[in-house]
């Protein structure tokens, strides 16, 4: 049989693997072979958070890459030092410092590196709930399906339970009391769970798991590959619980895609630690600058009052539409935070990826979750298309 396409799509058998036929982007929209119009209500990936036309990050790489494409890890350059107190500031988190990656995974990657170099233990906690990337190790803390298969490294990860099922962190005690803290290196975990259903933890819960993690001399890596950079409507989500991690894990909306790109800030402490001890971590694109001009691009919109302010308007929107898509029969249940939206099916018989793109509709779905991301900068009447389309979908 001859093979349709010479490359890979990604997590799927390829033989059935959905597609969608580009011909360009626009605004905030995928512009179909055909000519269709289709709205990319996830974002893409999660990273297009300001749309797929922003001219200012565009200018702002072309600038670079007239100046300087290419840069050591080495080197230090006005807008690697620019940028990175920029990042800095946004992460409200005072002092600090960062480490440059291409990617999500390669940030939990990082940070796992040094919460076990640190700490000198081996074993990590994280939950099931989770997905961290797609790397060896991200994988071995990422809890959903994909870490099947690949002999990962997950004999050394500790599962604890769900915030609803351990809401006063009882078991979670006695899971690290019975392996014992002084094997326990870090416990990493999203603010929020994204993709695996949008899981919104009380602060009771948050705040629990930052005295759990204190008291036992446990490091805590937060990942905010997917909640950072505003999409819960705070710069990060940890900002909600006023968390105080040791290690926090960037990506995605860093760059709003137009660039790969991610970061892992450490606090001062662990900073202090690499001042005599080999860092032994480094990347040949570190520190890229296009990477660096598209998130100085960002940082400096998110941080625009006017920004703010739109985007209040559009999560007022977003949530009084939810509240109608709540009373569709076949829903039940709902979990937002920010632009950011599960929507829990009864019976997902009829609804797939492939049959959303035909409502005009690019959004993520997880067995019976509807997962909705939508850019920043959208319009009123864009989400007001996209809330029909999606009732259309789910009552079809
Ligand atoms: C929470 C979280 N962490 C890490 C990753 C991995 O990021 P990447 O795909 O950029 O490697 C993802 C990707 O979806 C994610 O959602």
Redesign the pocket.
């Known amino acids: 049989m001859k093979m349709e396409y010479d490359y890979y799509f990604t997590w799927t058998k390829q033989i059935i693997s959905p597609k969608l036929k580009v011909k360009s982007t626009k605004g905030n929209y995928f512009i179909l072979s055909g000519g269709e119009k289709v709205f990319d209500a996830i974002s893409t990936?999660?990273?297009a958070i300001l749309g797929h036309s922003n001219k200012k990050i565009t200018k702002s790489i072309q600038t670079q890459l007239n100046q300087m494409p290419i840069a050591s890890p080495k080197a230090i350059f006005d807008l690697k030092n620019e940028s990175t107190k920029l990042l800095i500031k946004f992460l409200k988190l005072k002092e600090g410092k960062i480490f440059y990656t291409i990617?999500?995974?390669?940030?939990?990657e990082n940070a796992l590196k040094l919460a076990r170099q640190i700490s000198g233990k081996k074993y990590i906690l994280a939950r099931k709930k989770?997905?961290?990337?797609?790397?060896l190790g991200?994988l071995s803390a990422t809890g959903d399906w994909r870490n099947e298969k690949h002999f990962s490294l997950s004999n050394y990860t500790i599962r604890i339970p769900e915030p609803e099922e351990d809401p006063s962190l009882e078991k979670t005690k006695k899971i690290i009391k019975n392996i014992g803290a002084t094997k326990l290196a870090c416990i990493i975990l999203?603010t929020i769970?994204?993709?695996n259903g949008v899981i919104v933890p009380q602060k009771k819960w948050w705040n629990g798991i930052q005295k759990l993690a204190k008291d036992n001399n446990i490091l805590l890596i937060i990942?905010?590959?997917?909640?950072g950079f505003y999409r819960t409507g705070t710069n990060f989500a940890f900002h909600k619980y006023k968390l105080k991690p040791d290690i926090v894990?960037m990506?995605?909306g860093i760059t709003a895609g137009y660039i790969?790109f991610?970061a892992v800030w450490t606090s001062k402490k662990i900073a202090r630690y690499y001042d005599k001890n080999i860092l032994s971590c480094g990347l040949t694109n570190y520190a890229h600058p296009l990477g660096l001009a598209a998130m100085n691009s960002v940082i400096k919109q998110l941080n625009n009052k006017n920004f703010k302010t739109s985007f209040k308007v559009l999560q007022d929107y977003f949530y009084n539409n939810l509240e109608k898509i709540k009373k569709l029969p076949n829903v039940k249940s709902i979990r937002s935070s920010g632009l950011l939206s599960a929507i829990e099916l009864n019976n997902v018989k009829n609804i797939n990826w492939q049959k959303a793109i035909n409502y005009g509709l690019h959004l993520a779905v997880n067995n019976n979750l509807i997962i909705l991301a939508p850019p920043f900068v959208v319009t009123k009447n864009d989400l007001k298309q996209m809330f029909l389309n999606l009732k259309k979908l789910i009552l079809d």
Do not use: I, M, R, W
Not at 103 to 108: K, L, T, Y
Not at 223 to 227: G, L, S
């Open positions: 990936n999660f990273q990617s999500g995974s390669e940030s939990v989770s997905y961290h990337g797609a790397t991200a999203e769970t994204a993709l990942d905010e590959v997917t909640t894990c990506a995605k790969p991610g």
